[in-house]
């Protein structure tokens, strides 16, 4: 038979030592309120010994996490869909941790363990595109993203190279059909000599390439900078933020 690991789950010593229930510990643990020999532990199963100092920190409150929305500024090369994984594209969760927070207006939040675990994204960008991604443990911002996905309007900075065709700039605002579809109308606009802005609605940003192709154009680079009515600024490439309460798609 396997021994069992040295000491006792935490979640256990501090129920016993609060005279409180399992439960409630592992509300504190998970919260980010214990101190083992001095380090936060939010892990309830993590095994303690008797000879180790458990710590409640004062102000402690035994509640439920609530789920988090987390915007992240995705760097080109990385991939935001389990089927890019297999050609060996890094994947942009990864970049989900307390060093790559951008710390900026709104209320402190206090970064947990928990905050980025059973994160699901439904705002899915090429993994040769960068910019704006969403990854949410909030059943409702799921619903939303996902029900409104053809009529939440997605803002795109797209550089291109080549000599654009008679009407082109008409014809990608409305005109084009791509895979026997015809597009909805949209808005296009130059930003300089080999920038467009597209305010998509109804179309992927995986779709642009070839809308631009039509066109006589190649795309070198997309970032997308807006869903909806939340902005990417001022997050820098690789950097994430919380989704503040306010803050409506």
């Known amino acids: ?19 409180c229930s399992r439960r409630t510990a592992e509300l504190y643990i998970e919260g980010g309120w214990v101190r083992v020999d001095g380090a936060v532990v939010e892990e309830p199963g993590a095994r303690v010994t008797a000879a180790q100092k458990v710590a409640l920190a004062p102000g402690a409150r035994a509640e439920e996490v609530p789920p988090v929305t987390l915007v992240l500024h995705k760097p080109a090369g990385h991939h935001v869909a389990s089927g890019d994984a297999q050609q060996g594209v890094p994947d942009a ?6 060093a790559n927070r951008h710390v ?19 705002t899915p960008l090429p993994a040769e595109a960068s910019g704006m991604v969403v990854y ?15 009529t939440l309007e997605q803002e795109c900075i797209v550089q291109v190279a080549g000599q654009i065709a008679d009407g082109g700039l008409q014809r990608l605002c409305h005109g084009l059909v791509l895979d026997g579809r015809a597009l909805p109308p949209i808005k296009v606009s130059w930003q300089s000599e080999q920038r467009l802005r597209f305010a998509l609605k109804g179309i992927r940003p995986d779709q ?16 997308r900078i807006r869903i909806g009515r939340v902005a990417l600024a001022p997050l820098a490439e690789g950097q994430w933020r919380y989704l503040q309460p306010w803050e409506r798609f």
């Not at 069992?4 to 016993?16: D, F, I």
């Not at 969760?93 to 307390?98: P, S, V």
């Not at 402190?108 to 363990?113: G, N, S, W």
Request: charged content about 25%.
């Open 104 to 122: 900026g207006e709104g209320p402190p939040v206090r970064v947990l363990q928990r905050h980025f675990r059973q994160l699901a994204c439904h």
């Open 208 to 223: 642009v390439p070839a809308m631009c192709a039509a066109v006589g154009l190649s795309v070198l680079a997309l970032r």
């Open 93 to 98: 969760l990864a970049l989900l941790h307390a």
């Open 1 to 19: 038979m396997t021994e069992a690991p040295e000491g006792v789950r935490l979640a256990k010593r501090l129920a016993a030592e609060l005279g």
């Open 136 to 150: 949410t443990q909030d059943t409702r911002v799921a619903r939303k993203l996902a029900e409104a996905s053809e």
